[in-house]
């Protein structure tokens, strides 16, 4: 153990200063086997498995550490807001140099004064209807304006700009700073909103801040601030604390994020979203364009084909096609005919000439003709001693009766 010369100004580091003073406290019997009493607040459970809370009263705030095989054994629920007694052991963290309550058993004492108190006042504004969900307004999906109440120091405001910036530049951010802490805050926090809904007349209304305790965190369960947030002409996105801190602002506003950060991209779109439905949007406009002109384009086609239709020239060239088809009928049905009516001709002399004389005398058959030419057609008209010419298919010869 470091020795300290008494009454001798000596110049040590700081990690020596706080290694002795860890082991002035491990070295007290009363700070090594201690049962302290108060309330829970900013309780974190890592994923290692230990557990971190503090432990408070009015006036004092004490940190609390539970490791992981501690906590396996420790079966009472924690939460924020409860009164427990604690038994373990008290030590300083060299990294921090803090001191802290390393725990390794509990025993529940009740709730907190400040529990209770935010218990009542939400049964009661429940009650009047201000956390219904039917009061809720939606949050616009393109803000113009966004107001913000928050601290203008704090590391909220700085994460919330630079979330608004990366995901929507579009939106004009108007600053209504606030205390978030203090006694002076549950004023400041209503006047803000009061200032942004008269004035600005945002779209939609931030209130954030950063984590803390129950005793932080505990302007934004004012009465004044809830009935402020409920009474907003904007709509109202909380974002305070962490994950697992709920205020009754919380309960009042139009929309909880779990932090500040989660408030300014509930608020905004994202503008590569924006920019990829654009992109959607310009294509599906191409598209109904051109389907619009090829419609327009068959419709220009379709009119001046019916156009050219009913043109005189139109008229002159169909009826000219028409003559010219009727013409080609014609001389078909002609040709047609005259084909036919040579083989009735040639059918005809066929006949003709298989009936004609000649042909006759080439079937053995003669003409007889008497003196005067007249053909002899009976023995009547002939007489003994006449003398008759005699014609066959070959030439002619005279004859005489006998």
């Given at each position: 153990?470091?020795?300290?010369?008494?009454?001798?100004?000596?110049?040590?580091?700081?990690?020596?200063?706080?290694?002795?003073?860890?082991?002035?406290?491990?070295?007290?019997?009363?700070?090594?086997?201690?049962?302290?009493?108060?309330?829970?607040?900013?309780?974190?459970?890592?994923?290692?498995?230990?557990?971190?809370?503090?432990?408070?009263?009015?006036?004092?705030?004490?940190?609390?550490?539970?490791?992981?095989?501690?906590?396996?054994?420790?079966?009472?629920?924690?939460?924020?807001?409860?009164?427990?007694?604690?038994?373990?052991?008290?030590?300083?963290?060299?990294?921090?140099?803090?001191?802290?309550?390393?725990?390794?058993?509990?025993?529940?004492?009740?709730?907190?004064?400040?529990?209770?108190?935010?218990?009542?006042?939400?049964?009661?504004?429940?009650?009047?209807?201000?956390?219904?969900?039917?009061?809720?307004?939606?949050?616009?999906?393109?803000?113009?304006?966004?107001?913000?109440?928050?601290?203008?120091?704090?590391?909220?405001?700085?994460?919330?700009?630079?979330?608004?910036?990366?995901?929507?530049?579009?939106?004009?951010?108007?600053?209504?700073?606030?205390?978030?802490?203090?006694?002076?805050?549950?004023?400041?926090?209503?006047?803000?909103?009061?200032?942004?809904?008269?004035?600005?007349?945002?779209?939609?209304?931030?209130?954030?801040?950063?984590?803390?305790?129950?005793?932080?965190?505990?302007?934004?369960?004012?009465?004044?601030?809830?009935?402020?947030?409920?009474?907003?002409?904007?709509?109202?996105?909380?974002?305070?604390?962490?994950?697992?801190?709920?205020?009754?602002?919380?309960?009042?506003?139009?929309?909880?994020?779990?932090?500040?950060?989660?408030?300014?991209?509930?608020?905004?779109?994202?503008?590569?979203?924006?920019?990829?439905?654009?992109?959607?949007?310009?294509?599906?406009?191409?598209?109904?364009?051109?389907?619009?002109?090829?419609?327009?384009?068959?419709?220009?086609?379709?009119?001046?084909?019916?156009?050219?239709?009913?043109?005189?020239?139109?008229?002159?060239?169909?009826?000219?096609?028409?003559?010219?088809?009727?013409?080609?009928?014609?001389?078909?049905?002609?040709?047609?005919?005259?084909?036919?009516?040579?083989?009735?001709?040639?059918?005809?002399?066929?006949?003709?000439?298989?009936?004609?004389?000649?042909?006759?005398?080439?079937?053995?058959?003669?003409?007889?003709?008497?003196?005067?030419?007249?053909?002899?057609?009976?023995?009547?008209?002939?007489?003994?001693?006449?003398?008759?010419?005699?014609?066959?298919s070959d030439g002619k010869f005279n004859v005489g009766v006998k």
């Amino acid at each position: 153990m470091l020795q300290l010369p008494l009454h001798t100004s000596i110049s040590i580091s700081v990690s020596e200063i706080t290694h002795y003073l860890r082991q002035l406290m491990e070295s007290d019997p009363i700070m090594q086997d201690v049962w302290i009493q108060g309330e829970v607040s900013n309780l974190s459970r890592p994923s290692s498995g230990h557990i971190y809370f503090t432990l408070k009263d009015a006036n004092s705030a004490l940190r609390c550490v539970i490791w992981k095989s501690a906590a396996l054994r420790i079966r009472t629920p924690l939460q924020n807001g409860q009164l427990i007694e604690a038994h373990g052991y008290i030590s300083l963290y060299e990294r921090d140099g803090a001191y802290q309550l390393y725990v390794d058993t509990l025993k529940m004492g009740g709730e907190g004064e400040l529990f209770q108190a935010f218990l009542r006042l939400k049964t009661r504004l429940e009650a009047e209807g201000l956390f219904e969900a039917g009061r809720k307004r939606p949050i616009p999906a393109r803000p113009n304006r966004i107001g913000v109440v928050t601290s203008k120091t704090g590391a909220a405001l700085q994460d919330m700009l630079n979330t608004l910036t990366l995901r929507y530049r579009l939106a004009e951010v108007i600053l209504a700073p606030s205390a978030v802490q203090g006694q002076e805050a549950p004023g400041e926090i209503v006047s803000a909103i009061k200032r942004l809904n008269q004035v600005v007349k945002p779209d939609v209304i931030i209130l954030a801040r950063g984590g803390g305790s129950l005793e932080d965190l505990w302007a934004f369960n004012d009465e004044n601030v809830v009935r402020a947030v409920a009474a907003s002409a904007a709509p109202v996105i909380t974002g305070i604390g962490h994950e697992t801190d709920f205020t009754l602002a919380d309960f009042a506003a139009d929309l909880r994020a779990p932090t500040p950060t989660g408030a300014a991209v509930a608020a905004t779109p994202d503008q590569s979203d924006l920019s990829a439905s654009l992109q959607g949007l310009s294509a599906d406009l191409a598209s109904i364009m051109l389907d619009k002109l090829q419609n327009l384009r068959q419709a220009l086609n379709q009119s001046w084909s019916d156009l050219q239709r009913q043109s005189p020239l139109y008229q002159v060239q169909n009826d000219r096609q028409r003559l010219d088809d009727m013409l080609m009928r014609l001389e078909r049905t002609t040709r047609q005919k005259m084909v036919l009516e040579k083989a009735r001709l040639e059918g005809a002399l066929k006949r003709l000439d298989a009936l004609g004389p000649q042909s006759v005398l080439k079937r053995g058959y003669a003409i007889v003709t008497g003196v005067d030419g007249r053909v002899i057609r009976q023995a009547s008209q002939v007489a003994a001693g006449d003398c008759l010419t005699v014609q066959v298919s070959d030439g002619k010869f005279n004859v005489g009766v006998k």
